[in-house]
């Protein structure tokens, strides 16, 4: 099936530092999506890609979806204590399926 | 206020037994997923149901069974013959135009 490799696994960083995790995947997806996942919550929905080369931001995060089709990055500005947690790319194919990344630990040390 | 309702949030069981998670949403979302996460693992889809009275195997269905006699209601069985069920378990639905899932918040099953 479908994999997605994301990077990196997890990250120490301290409060104020910029983050930056991306995915690559050896297929193409039709819109590249980003999660956060907070302790012993579900996934939250951060930024939706719809479009190759497309650029996206909201408030201090920007993603983009890769001009191939098969990659995405996501970037965090000026981190604070909040911005903890899991981060999950996801691919989704036209069936609405999603393939998701194994994610991204985010540790910020306030 | 539309969403998803995952319940119980945590649930202990025996060994051997078997156990249904619960999952409703007020969405009106045609599909509705169940996924599986374990530590470092990500999410693994277990079935999908596009639509009612039908369902599709995931990626690790084997232990596991589900329902979709409702447009609301998705439940989950997990069966004695799933060999490692303590996990994180979630429900997602999606609406048309890939926008993406919405998720549940999750039900924490330990098997002792």
């Known amino acids: 099936g479908q994999q997605l490799n994301q990077s990196p696994q997890s990250m120490f960083i301290q409060e104020g530092e910029d983050v930056s995790m991306n995915c690559t995947s050896s297929?193409?997806?039709?819109?590249w999506l980003w999660y956060k996942q907070d302790p012993g919550e579900g996934p939250v929905l951060l930024i939706a890609?719809?479009?190759?080369?497309e650029l996206t931001s909201n408030g201090r995060l920007t993603a983009q979806f890769g001009i191939t089709r098969k990659d995405s990055f996501l970037n965090i500005s000026a981190s604070i204590p909040s911005d903890v947690g899991i981060y999950f790319c996801a691919g989704q194919s036209s069936n609405y399926k999603l393939t998701f990344g194994k994610g991204t630990l985010l540790t910020v040390n306030p | 206020d539309g969403g998803i309702t995952q319940s119980p949030k945590y649930l202990f069981r025996k060994e051997g037994q078997n156990v249904t998670l619960s999952c409703e949403q007020n969405l009106n979302h045609d599909a509705m997923y169940w996924y599986r996460q374990d530590p470092g693992q990500g999410l693994r889809l277990i079935y999908y149901?596009?639509?009612?009275?039908?369902?599709q195997k995931g990626d690790i269905a084997e232990g596991y069974s589900v329902s979709r006699e409702k447009k609301e209601s998705f439940p989950l069985t997990v069966t004695s013959a799933q060999k490692n069920p303590t996990a994180f378990y979630l429900c997602?639905?999606?609406?048309?135009?890939?926008?993406?899932?919405?998720f549940g918040s999750g039900t924490r099953l330990t098997v002792v």
């Open positions: 149901s596009q639509i009612v009275n039908d369902f």
């Open positions: 890609l719809y479009k190759a080369g």
């Open positions: 297929s193409i997806f039709n819109t």
């Open positions: 997602a639905t999606v609406r048309p135009g890939n926008y993406g899932y919405t």
